[in-house]
């Protein structure tokens, strides 16, 4: 070999390198958490039931750092760490809701739990609300009569939370209907009855004693 091949040798060597380097940062990178969306907002008129759902939006498969990440709002921040998620990921859910909501008949057990300090998570009459540094949800009032959701890029609907084992529910969480003036009413004049009902069997009484 002549003198010029030496020379280049370092430098194919240092190609060689940094190449690897390329792909194994991209391998890091694509087992991560950056594909993941904030897809859905859910409350209550009161915030103190909520639900945040992400969703992997890539191809990768490979975002398993979700069961480790961070969400928040203009007022409040939670982070959580639950067991490693297997993947393949891309196309899955991920359910963030509180106590009150996992409580909920027909609600699918939620993936992380926001604790109760923390709540109302978000504003209801408007917020952000990130995952960490990948992607934010910025939205105006959500719907809170306890049946509703708000989807990013589907607007409002009937709340449908997913969680990553792929179990999909429906909640109501609206509040119990507050009797009617009739029902008052009604409920007045059955007692009045009852009590006209006692006074005429004592009178009744007395009138046999006599």
Do not use: C
Not at 28 to 37: E, F, L, N, P
Not at 85 to 97: D, E
Not at 123 to 128: C, I, K, M
Not at 137 to 154: E, H
């Amino acid at each position: 070999m002549g003198p010029g091949n030496f020379r280049r040798a370092p430098v194919l060597g240092s190609a060689a390198l940094s190449s690897s380097f390329v792909l194994f940062a991209a391998s890091i990178a694509s087992a991560g958490i950056h594909t993941w969306d904030v897809r859905e907002v859910f409350s209550n008129a009161s915030g103190t039931i909520q639900y945040v759902e992400l969703f992997d939006a890539g191809s990768g498969g490979l975002e398993t750092g979700v069961s480790g990440g961070t969400i928040s709002s203009g007022t409040q921040t939670h982070t959580w760490s639950s067991p490693a998620v297997a993947p393949p990921t891309n196309g899955k859910s991920y359910l963030i809701a509180s106590a009150t909501f996992a409580a909920l008949p027909g609600a699918p057990t939620p993936d992380a739990i926001i604790p109760v300090g923390k709540m109302p998570f978000f504003n209801v009459a408007g917020d952000t609300v990130n995952f960490g540094p990948y992607d934010s949800f910025v939205f105006g009032a959500v719907p809170t009569n306890g049946i509703d959701s708000l989807t990013d890029g589907l607007g409002v609907g009937p709340n449908t939370p997913k969680n990553y084992a792929g179990t999909q529910g429906s909640v109501n969480a609206s509040p119990a209907p507050v009797p009617s003036a009739s029902f008052w009413m009604t409920a007045g004049l059955f007692a009045s009855l009852a009590a006209m009902g006692i006074i005429a069997l004592r009178r009744f009484r007395t009138a046999e004693q006599s």
